[in-house]
C-alpha cells in the first residue's frame, strides 16, 4: 500500500520545469497503461504522481472548519480510488477523471461525517457553497459578506442563505470541559447546564398515590403500605394483622384492581377538560 501523505520535497509536480506538458501527459499515458497491465509499481508511482493534486483539491475546502490533515487524507484515499477505477478505454486523460471523483468524495466527506445534527442534503450542500462564497467573498472585499451578496453570487432567496448559516451551527460540537469565551476562570459549560432531577417525578408520583389511596379503607391501605413498602412476605402481613395469607393475597389483588380503576377514571376526566 503507497504511502497516502506526499512528500514535502515533492511540491505541485514530480515534473521538471523543462518538461513539457505534453511530455507530461505521455509519461502519465505510460503509467496508465502499466497499471492497467497489473504493474504494482506503476499503480504506486501514478498515486504519487497526483498526491499533489489531491492535496490541491483538499485545501479548496481548508476554510470549512475541517483539519487540513483530515481533508488531504479523504482526497489522498479517492485518489486511490480514482487509479484503481479509471479505465483508459474511455478516452480521456487520467486527471479528467481523478478531479471530479476525488472533489465528490470530500463533498461525501463533509455531507455524511461533520454534521453534529444533520440536515436535509439539500440545505448541506446549499451550507458547503454558502462557506465557499463566504471566503470568496471575504478576500475580494476584505470584510464579512452581507446575507444579500451571498445570496446574488449563489442566485438564492435570502431566506435560503438564513437556513443555510443557520443549519451551518448543526456541524460544530462543543465540550461540556470548555469554558465560556475560552476563559478558564469561567465555569465550565457542565457546570452550568440544568440537569433532570427525579425528585419531581417521584414527588407528584407520590401525591397521585396518596390521592389514590385516600378512596380505600384503612386497612386495605395498610395493608398495601406493609406490602410495598416494608416488603414483608404475605404470611408475615397475614400474622401482624391477624388474618390469613390468602385474605391477604385478595386483599392485595383487589385493592390495586380499585386503585386502578379510580385512576383511570380520573385521567378521563383530565382529558375531557377544554
Not at 104 to 114: A, P, S
Request: aromatic share 4%.
Amino acid at each position: 500500500m503507497p504511502t497516502l501523505t506526499a512528500p514535502p520535497a515533492r511540491g505541485a509536480s514530480t515534473a521538471t520545469p523543462t518538461v513539457s506538458n505534453s511530455a507530461r501527459a505521455r509519461a502519465d499515458a505510460v503509467l496508465v497503461a502499466r497499471r492497467a497491465a497489473g504493474d504494482p509499481r506503476a499503480r504506486e508511482a501514478l498515486i504519487e504522481r497526483f498526491l499533489p493534486l489531491a492535496r490541491s483539491i483538499a485545501r479548496r475546502y481548508e476554510n470549512s472548519g475541517e483539519p487540513l490533515e483530515d481533508l488531504v487524507q479523504v482526497a489522498s484515499l479517492a485518489l486511490v480510488k480514482a487509479v484503481d477505477r479509471y479505465d483508459p478505454g474511455r478516452g480521456h486523460a487520467f486527471s479528467s477523471f481523478a478531479v471530479p471523483t476525488i472533489a465528490g468524495e470530500l463533498k461525501r466527506h463533509f455531507r455524511d461525517r461533520t454534521w453534529t445534527v444533520r440536515p436535509p442534503r439539500d440545505l448541506q450542500e446549499l451550507a458547503m457553497k454558502v462557506d465557499r462564497a463566504t471566503s470568496e467573498l471575504w478576500q475580494r472585499h476584505d470584510r464579512a459578506p452581507t446575507v444579500a451578496e451571498l445570496a446574488a453570487v449563489l442566485e438564492r432567496d435570502p431566506e435560503q442563505i438564513l437556513e443555510a448559516l443557520h443549519a451551518r451551527t448543526a456541524r460544530g460540537r462543543l465540550s461540556l470541559d470548555a469554558h465560556r469565551d475560552g476563559d478558564e476562570d469561567q465555569p465550565a459549560l457542565g457546570d452550568v447546564l440544568g440537569t433532570v432531577d427525579d425528585g419531581f417525578d417521584q414527588a407528584e408520583s407520590r401525591a397521585l398515590l396518596d390521592a389514590l389511596l385516600a378512596t380505600v379503607s384503612q386497612r386495605d391501605r395498610e395493608v398495601i403500605r406493609l406490602r410495598f413498602e416494608e416488603d414483608p412476605t404475605q404470611a408475615e402481613i397475614g400474622e401482624r394483622l391477624g388474618v390469613s395469607q390468602m385474605q391477604i393475597s385478595r386483599i392485595v389483588r383487589q385493592t390495586l384492581v380499585q386503585l386502578r380503576h379510580v385512576a383511570d377514571r380520573q385521567q378521563r376526566i383530565i382529558e375531557q377538560r377544554p
